[in-house]
T-cell receptor, first 115, second 115 residues
Framework: AQSVTQLDSHVSVSEGTPVLLRCNYSSSYSPSLFWYVQHPNKGLQLLLKYTSAATLVKGINGFEAEFKKSETSFHLTKPSAHMSDAAEYFCVVRKSMEYGNKLVFGAGTILRVKS | DTEVTQTPKHLVMGMTNKKSLKCEQHMGHRAMYWYKQKAKKPPELMFVYSYEKLSINESVPSRFSPECPNSSLLNLHLHALQPEDSALYLC??????????????FGEGSWLTVV
């Protein structure tokens, strides 16, 4: 069964320092993995996705993630945090079902950016 | 244009009311979804429509009734809800349900409060 585990419920960084949000996945075959961001009182925005092409995936707003099969990880990184990055981030795996696919969300990581 | 539009943004309803949430997309997508997000929790799938037919119902109570009048519109009819149904209801769409590479685009959500 496909699932994801976000290892940190909260991460706090200073503006201008690197961001690392950790996600491990469980899947019996090559997964489709996503990172979504949700700003306060807003909907979900796709940051990036991995679908078995390049293992290093670049997304919007300077974020990127690396798919590591040996570690079953898909961590999200950004070299330099900006105040506007403060939000909740969800690591997501696509789960195959009999009549289609559905997204299974991790518990979320709240990113706080200090000035 | 990667936009999913949801109305209303906020809805307060009594437990005996009947109301509807509406969702619209003009990306030519043939799969549409309803997700429910309780406070401080990740989104959870409720329903999936594929080519205007209900393909997945995640054991949602019958007081929630989805409807897909055409390929661009998705409604969620609400009747006799309970206070614990208060949540953010997110609509989403994708090209179809079958491909693992498809991106699922989310709307901003409708905040529902049941009093």
């Amino acid at each position: 069964a496909q699932s994801v585990t976000q290892l940190d419920s909260h991460v706090s960084v200073s503006e201008g320092t690197p961001v690392l949000l950790r996600c491990n996945y469980s899947s019996s075959y090559s997964p489709s993995l996503f990172w979504y961001v949700q700003h306060p009182n807003k909907g979900l925005q796709l940051l990036l996705k991995y679908t078995s092409a390049a293992t290093l995936v670049k997304g919007i707003n300077g974020f990127e993630a690396e798919f590591k099969k040996s570690e079953t990880s898909f961590h999200l990184t950004k070299p330099s945090a900006h105040m506007s990055d403060a939000a909740e981030y969800f690591c997501v795996v696509r789960k195959s079902m009999e009549y289609g696919n559905k997204l299974v969300f991790g518990a979320g990581t709240i990113l706080r950016v200090k000035s | 244009d990667t936009e999913v539009t949801q109305t209303p943004k906020h809805l307060v309803m009594g437990m005996t009311n009947k109301k509807s949430l509406k969702c619209e997309q003009h990306m030519g997508h043939r799969a549409m979804y309803w997700y429910k997000q309780k406070a401080k929790k990740p989104p959870e799938l409720m329903f999936v429509y594929s080519y205007e037919k209900l393909s997945i119902n995640e054991s949602v109570p019958s007081r929630f009734s989805p409807e897909c009048p055409n390929s661009s519109l998705l409604n969620l009819h609400l009747h006799a809800l309970q206070p614990e149904d208060s949540a953010l209801y997110l609509c989403a769409s994708s090209q179809d349900v079958g491909s693992s590479g498809n991106t699922i685009y989310f709307g901003e959500g409708s905040w529902l409060t049941v009093v």
